[in-house]
């Protein structure tokens, strides 16, 4: 098997796309509905084959180089709140997670992936849909696997929980395995942001990031009906502010050499993490430019599935199908 393929759906940033392509995934087609994602990806990769349309409306009939792909993936936007917590995932959500199985139903890729909320895998708020996933997928010859992964295991400076849907044809599907952790211990917001907070010759950077020393709380991009941006609930900025950071809002620009840290003074006196710092707290590469309006940019990235996750689930999923297929077996 040469170069592995892949259809990328609700790709928002391109995290999971980056990702799949560090580990020799080449794209075939991405797609989002939203103006300012779809902008981001053709403002990284002009070369990609990037359609604006809402998943629900997208007929592969139409995209014929959808067909016979290696992988379907889907990094589904995470919309969940401390207000929607224990009630059943909302329409839209539960839409784009059942447009995504029967889109795979048509395309029939050897594998296909699907990212969101760590309840995902096993909380009983999801039972319907992996029913539903199963129903649909299994008698086409798909086995699967349904697991939690931390993107801090895997090198992002974030303790970030996704839960996975990976299906692989049953012929590879016994060569899979959910990805290891690569990281030996845990990269820290003060240790990944240092130099972004000096750029501007702010002395305290290496004092702050001394206090800094722990991974970042998930970073929640909201919804578009949400007002301006912030790092997230209530138990997030509590985190936020025992490393000095006020996580009410998102910085415009990284401290001056006169800025005068001393959170004992109060919000004015923390530092704020500006876009470009939540995006290399997500994995991104420093030369990954997410387009849009302040509010806008967040949501993308905090939406994002860390490329590095992205990667390792990748190359898992390569591994798989670069292995010998077992032969069926008679009957």
Known sequence: M?????????????GLALGLEQAGFEPRLLLDDDDDAVTTLRANRPQWNVIRTDLLDFDPAEHPESYDVDLLSAGLPRVKSSATV???????????????????????????????????????????????????????????????????????PQNRKQGLLVAVERRWAGSFQPPARTASEPWTVGAALTQSMAARGWPDAARWAAQADQPAPTLVGGSKNRGGADLGPTGAKRKWATMGVNAHTVGNEVPGPDFVWDPQLGRDHMVKITVEQAALL?????????TGLKTARYRQIGHATPPPVGRALGRAVAEALHAEPATPAAG
Do not use: K, M
Not at 2 to 14: M, Q
């Open 282 to 290: 997500q994995g991104f590469p420093g030369s990954w430019e997410v």
């Open 86 to 156: 224990g009630r059943p995932e909302s329409g839209s959500e539960e839409r784009l997670l059942e447009a995504t199985v029967l889109l795979a139903h048509a395309v029939r890729p050897r594998a296909v992936i699907i990212e969101n909320v760590p309840d995902l895998a096993h909380s009983d708020r999801y039972q319907r849909f992996r029913d539903f996933a199963r129903a649909e997928l299994a008698h086409l010859g798909y086995e699967f696997s349904w697991f939690v992964v931390n993107a801090v295991d895997f090198g992002v």
């Open 2 to 14: 040469g170069e592995l393929t892949f259809v990328d759906v609700c790709s928002g940033a391109g």
